[in-house]
């Protein structure tokens, strides 16, 4: 855990001992934006799950995380794109692999749109 959301959490629980409805007290903005996602969507009428996370996922479970199948987690598994370990027979991804492989590919779909909506204003093909 981080030195800053460490610091946030003793903070939180430092100010849920004290008394009365209302507290106040200083938090990190990485913090206090998860916190306004969360009011934000109990506003909206919105379900809020929270869930623990493993370390680790099979393959399985990596494609349904990614929205993808599970073949094309393997293909990435083994063109290197995706690391993993065995365990016996069986595979393991780091969910933080995951998570970066997500945020990698979304930089690149991003770019490559971007490149492509100056191609077609280059060509004169959008309005």
């Known amino acids: 855990m981080s030195p800053v959301l460490q610091r946030d959490r003793q903070a939180l629980h430092r100010a849920l001992e ?8 200083s938090l990190s903005r990485e913090t206090v934006e998860f916190v306004a996602q969360v009011v934000d969507a109990q506003v909206n009428g919105q379900e809020i799950v929270f869930s623990r996370v493993p370390k680790e996922v099979s393959p399985e479970d990596a494609a349904k995380m990614l929205g993808v199948s599970r073949p094309y987690v393997r293909k990435l598994m083994d063109q290197g794109e995706l690391p993993f370990r065995k365990v016996g027979s069986h595979h393991r ?35």
């Open 93 to 127: 991804i780091a969910v933080a692999d995951v998570k970066a492989w997500h945020a990698r590919e979304r930089k690149r779909r991003h770019e490559a749109l971007v490149r492509f909506s100056e191609l077609e204003n280059d060509l004169g093909l959008s309005e």
């Open 18 to 25: 004290s008394d009365g409805d209302e507290l106040s007290l």
